[in-house]
């Protein structure tokens, strides 16, 4: 059987720009995650006694030629009056997701002992994050990007007193948008584009703070769909 070309990403194909694609959806007909399940207590019984679920979303069209890449990345929920979900912006010259919304995280090196470790090391390296100021819930299953990345999203608690120190080369900055925000499917819009014939689809989550728009889109929309899915259960 012959296999299919890789297709160019989508941040690559000329003229796109994820904030102008049509809005084909809002999933406002979805319940929010009660707020009551956000608190951290509540949070900690979900991971200790997972409900039986399946996450929405597990692949993404591929548009690299290589093995899949054994990747986590850190969701980590800041212990706020109303808890937070930590978030980064890539500097514009990285060669994979660049300028993009992300959480910490990256690609396992063969010096870490698991995947979980790995998320805690790049949150380390990326916002100076210490693994020890991060309480470690569980993990989500995996979510392969078209990058060939095959990512494991890892959950954790980090004290509100926790002062970030951003890697100039990695993070334009690092900011906070509330849980309950992203725990919310009216806060979810759906996008579809048909490029070199293939339909993709994304969600995108935009935030405004008060000083931009946090425009989070593709993968970390993605992974935090599936986090909706595993509290809303």
């Not at 979805?30 to 900690?44: E, I, K, N, S």
């Not at 990747?71 to 997701?97: D, E, F, Y």
């Not at 690092?174 to 725990?183: D, H, N, R």
Request: hydrophobic share 45%.
């Amino acid at each position: 059987m012959a296999v299919p070309a890789p297709l160019t990403p989508l941040s690559k194909l000329p003229d796109f720009d994820p904030r102008k694609v049509p809005v084909l959806g809002v999933d406002n007909h979805l319940p929010p995650v009660p707020q009551g399940h956000l608190l951290p207590d509540a949070l900690r019984q979900r991971f200790r006694d997972p409900p039986v679920w399946q996450p929405e979303i597990r692949d993404e069209p591929i548009w690299v030629a290589r093995e899949p890449v054994p990747a986590s990345v850190l969701i980590a929920v800041v212990l706020r009056t109303c808890p937070t979900v930590l978030l980064t912006q890539r500097t514009a010259h990285l060669s994979s997701h660049s300028g993009q919304i992300a959480f910490p995280g990256g690609k396992q090196d063969a010096e870490d002992p698991d995947i979980v470790s790995t998320a805690l090391r790049e949150a380390s390296e990326e916002v100076g994050l210490a693994p020890n100021l991060v309480q470690v819930m569980g993990t989500l299953p995996t979510y392969r990007t078209g990058s060939g990345f095959i990512i494991t999203p890892v959950v954790g608690l980090v004290s509100a007193d926790f002062l970030p120190a951003p890697n100039a080369f990695e993070v334009e900055e690092v900011f906070e948008v509330p849980l309950a925000f992203l725990m919310d499917p009216a806060n979810h819009r759906r996008h579809v584009i048909v490029a070199e014939g293939v339909r993709r689809d994304w969600l995108s989550m935009p935030y405004v703070d008060g000083r931009a728009e946090r425009f989070i889109w593709g993968a970390t929309a993605g992974m935090l769909r599936n986090l909706y899915r595993f509290l809303q259960v």
